[in-house]
């Protein structure tokens, strides 16, 4: 593990250390730069935040204007054609509002893409003995259309009427920290205290969860009244675990920690817009997303087997009463989401 004085040397200032020329420079830059970054973060969040607003009010928009012109299309289909003896589907909605007609019971197998943001949030290091410190406010990328992109995959299934529903849902999102951004930490490292300003990279060699951030969530859904025929809003609330693969080092650790982890419960919350045309479904989706997080610091690379293989790991250590040999990372990530994509319909 690294000394104190070896922190020092890498550029974080300690209360009470002797500081260098070069690590007065340090100093001086980081809080300089404390000073310039929160105006430079919140405009980068609105920044991302506008982008994923636009982007789906975007898509909301082309999806109501083709619901339209399907809409048209079909009444004008129905002018033009004598009503017969056998329409039993006419008979049954004649004289009905169109927000009252009843969907089927059915699955739905589903992929989306999307863009995430997520908040900065406080970032604990425990390990007993050697350090304890609290990084505040660490800003989180997503880069969700760099490999491996943000992707999500669902299993939906319809019951009764189709009003109400349940969902499996999947989603692959990332979280990385830019070790270059100048933040503030609290607590213990080495034994000496420490609060002061200073680059992310003079405490972590490594902070993400790019493999990534994954939540695997069950669902409870509920369809809205219809916009039009083949357009259908819905919500839905659900929880989950989180299963990321964490690439996590703390500056002296010896080795990083590179696998598939558990590492709590997570919760969503989610509004959208579903286009029917024959077996197919579009949808344009927002979700929130709260994910706790706690994960052990290992200095393991990942099993050759992969995630199954990873958390059977894992549950041996736990099993074992085996604490991690490095301690933890604590977090939470809570996330807003824009989503888009495409079902495939299952009849009953």
């Known amino acids: 593990m690294a000394t104190p004085s070896s922190l020092m040397w ?13 690590l007065a420079s ?56 004598a009503p017969t003896a056998t329409d039993t589907t006419d008979q049954k909605t004649a004289g009905r509002d169109i927000k009252d007609i009843p969907l089927t019971r059915e699955w739905m197998i589903a992929g989306y893409g ?17 350090h304890d410190f609290t990084v505040e406010d660490v800003a989180w990328d997503a880069k969700p259309f760099k490999s491996p992109i943000y992707y999500g995959a669902r299993v939906i299934r319809w019951a009764g009427e189709g009003r109400f529903g349940s969902m499996l849902d999947f989603t692959h999102s990332k979280t990385i ?6 933040v503030k930490a609290t607590g213990q490292i080495g034994g000496q205290p420490v609060s002061s300003n200073g680059p992310l990279s003079a405490l972590f060699e490594r902070l993400e969860f790019s493999h990534g ?7 409870g859904l509920m369809r809205l009244g219809a916009i039009s025929r083949n357009v259908w809003p819905y919500v839905g609330l659900g929880a ?20 598939y982890q558990y590492t709590g419960p997570m919760a969503q919350g989610l509004v959208g817009i579903e286009l029917r045309i024959a077996k197919v479904s579009y949808f344009v989706e927002y979700k929130f997303t709260l994910a706790r997080y706690l994960a052990p610091l290992t200095s393991q690379d990942g099993t050759e ?39 495939v319909r299952i009849d009953k």
């Open 177 to 182: 920290a830019d070790l270059k951004q100048t």
């Open 114 to 130: 999307g863009a995430p943001y997520t908040y900065p949030s406080d970032v604990t290091a425990t390990q007993p003995g050697v």
């Open 240 to 259: 989950g675990v989180n299963l990321p693969h964490s690439e996590v080092q703390v500056q002296g650790d010896a080795n990083r920690s590179y696998e």
């Open 26 to 81: 340090t100093t001086s830059t980081a809080h300089t730069t404390s000073a310039l970054w929160p105006a430079y973060g919140t405009d980068r969040r609105s920044s991302h935040w506008d982008l994923v607003c636009r982007s789906l009010a975007a898509a909301t928009i082309c999806f109501s204007l083709a619901a339209d012109v399907l809409h048209v299309n079909t009444d004008d289909a129905s002018a033009d054609t």
């Open 213 to 219: 951030h994954n939540m695997l969530s069950v669902n």
């Open 10 to 22: 890498v550029g974080w200032p300690c209360d009470g250390g002797i500081m260098t020329d070069s």
């Open 305 to 343: 087997i992969g995630l199954f293989g990873d958390l059977y790991r894992q549950f041996q250590r736990w099993s074992s009463g085996t604490e991690p040999p490095d301690g933890w990372v604590k977090t939470n990530l809570n996330s807003h989401n824009a989503i888009a994509g495409i079902g």
